[in-house]
């Protein structure tokens, strides 16, 4: 079955340190994996995707993820934290193989402290 | 300018009441999705849509209802079977591939009274 997990329930990062946030997945094909942000009682907006190719993706606001098919890990990633990062990040997979939909991990809060 | 709209943005239910949540969207996608948002369980697939008037029960489709009797619309009915409907309601559509990223609205908070 398809599943995603997000280890930690909240990240905590100074402003203008290097964040990461935890993504592990399981598929029983290739996978589509994606990243979403969530502030405060709004929907949630896209950031990044991997499809194909390049492990390293690049998205919106200067994050990126890394894709690793040996650990199946989609770690976000940004140099350089703002405080005005400080949300709620979802990741999400697809199995191509599987059906139309997306599967979301539980959501990790990060705070950015100034 | 395109997106996917959700009304209404605060909904109160009282107890042994259907209620419905409207999702439009105007960016032709072929599919949508209804999801529910609860504190520490990020988010859990009610129904989705691949195409007009077809749609799947998701993880948990019990106590609710869907159409898609229109490609921008997915109407979603909170039906008394519900227990517990207090919770944040997330509608999205994407096109019809397997690579495209899903747009959300901006969610309907539902509360019983």
């Known amino acids: 079955a398809q599943s995603v997990a997000q280890p930690e329930d909240q990240v905590n990062v100074a402003e203008g340190n290097p964040l990461t946030v935890k993504c592990t997945y399981s598929?029983?094909?290739?996978?589509?994996l994606f990243w979403y942000v969530q502030y405060p009682n709004r929907g949630l907006q896209f950031l990044l995707k991997y499809i194909t190719g390049d492990n390293l993706v690049k998205g919106s606001y200067g994050f990126e993820a890394e894709f690793n098919k040996s650990q199946t890990s989609f770690h976000l990633k940004k140099p350089s934290a703002l405080v005005s990062d400080s949300a709620l990040y979802f990741c999400a997979v697809r199995d191509p193989g599987g059906t139309y939909k997306y599967i979301f991990g539980t959501g990790t809060r990060l705070k950015v402290l100034a | 300018d395109g997106g996917i709209t959700q009304s209404p943005k605060y909904l109160f239910r009282k107890e042994g009441q259907n209620v419905t949540l409207s999702c439009e969207q105007n960016l032709n996608h072929d599919a949508m999705y209804w999801y529910r948002q609860d504190p520490g369980q990020g988010l859990r697939l009610i129904y989705y849509?691949?195409?007009?008037?077809?749609?799947q029960k998701g993880d948990i489709a019990e106590g609710y209802s869907v159409s898609r009797e229109k490609k921008e619309s997915f109407p979603l009915t909170v039906t008394s079977a519900q227990k517990n409907p207090t919770a944040f309601y997330l509608c999205?559509?994407?096109?019809?591939?397997?690579?495209?990223?899903?747009?959300f609205g901006q969610g309907t908070r539902l509360t019983v009274v």
């Open positions: 999205a559509s994407s096109l019809g591939q397997f690579n495209d990223e899903a747009f």
């Open positions: 598929v029983s094909g290739n996978p589509y």
């Open positions: 849509s691949q195409i007009v008037n077809d749609f």
